[in-house]
């Protein structure tokens, strides 16, 4: 299966400024990577996704970047806002799973006013 | 568009009775659907994967016989835990994925099930 390793676990940004999740994974015949957010109680939200045959995405103030050599994938949120804060998680389809996802560990985002 | 209504958002039984949990796609038929297991602040777990009008397929380590997965149409399955006991206690959550093919996976608002 599909091994997808999050960084970090944590993080404190403040209201304005950038936030950056990473993640990578182990499987090189992975080939499609989504976002989520999960507020507490509730289910994850798609936020943004990405193909592999695509370097980068964006959408508003969410932008998502892959190096498939270094089997990599990051979340960019620029201008942070409160609403922000929430857990993020990044998920991996791998080859034979059927389209079911891998997902890393979770980032607990706080943005302060 | 692709909404995925789970159901109830909350439960709380006693040991050895059985719930059943249902998730529906609403404005989509979906082909499948999957649900995961998910503990306090720690990631989602797939634990089995529902095809409508087959078996559903369980991950490793998933006893089949507590955890009842029907898929009976495109836009409903349910999850059954049977017997449940305080260490079934934890929060479930499906997702569903469009029949018309889009990869894009959307998942219910989950279900907290409490065993007492």
């Known amino acids: 299966g599909e091994n997808v390793e999050q960084h970090p676990s944590t993080l404190s940004v403040q209201e304005g400024d950038s936030a950056v999740i990473k993640c990578t994974y182990s499987d090189s015949a992975s080939n499609y990577f989504p976002w989520y957010k999960q507020e507490l109680g509730k289910g994850p939200q798609l936020i943004i996704d990405i193909r592999s045959n695509v370097g980068e995405k964006k959408d508003q103030r969410i932008a998502v970047t892959l190096n498939k050599t270094a089997k990599h994938f990051s979340l960019h949120i620029t201008e942070t806002q409160p609403e922000d804060s929430a857990v993020y998680f990044c998920?991996?389809?791998?080859?034979?799973?059927?389209?079911?996802?891998?997902f890393g560990k979770g980032t607990s985002l706080l943005v302060t006013p | 568009g692709a909404v995925v209504s789970q159901h109830p958002s909350r439960v709380i039984c006693k040991s050895g009775t059985s719930v059943k949990i249902e998730c529906r796609s609403l404005?989509?038929?979906?082909?499948?659907m999957f649900w995961y297991r998910q503990f306090p602040k720690q990631s989602l777990m797939l634990m089995a994967t529902s095809n409508e009008g087959s078996k559903a397929t369980y991950e490793q380590g998933v006893e089949k016989d507590k955890f009842l997965i029907n898929h009976a149409s495109l836009t409903l399955s349910t999850l059954t835990v049977t017997s449940a006991h305080p260490e079934d206690s934890s929060f479930y959550i499906c997702?569903?994925?469009?029949?018309?093919?889009?990869?894009?996976?959307?998942f219910g608002s989950g279900t907290q099930l409490s065993v007492l």
């Open positions: 997702s569903a994925r469009d029949r018309q093919g889009n990869e894009k996976l959307f």
């Open positions: 998920a991996a389809r791998w080859y034979g799973s059927g389209y079911a996802l891998n």
């Open positions: 404005d989509f038929q979906a082909t499948t």
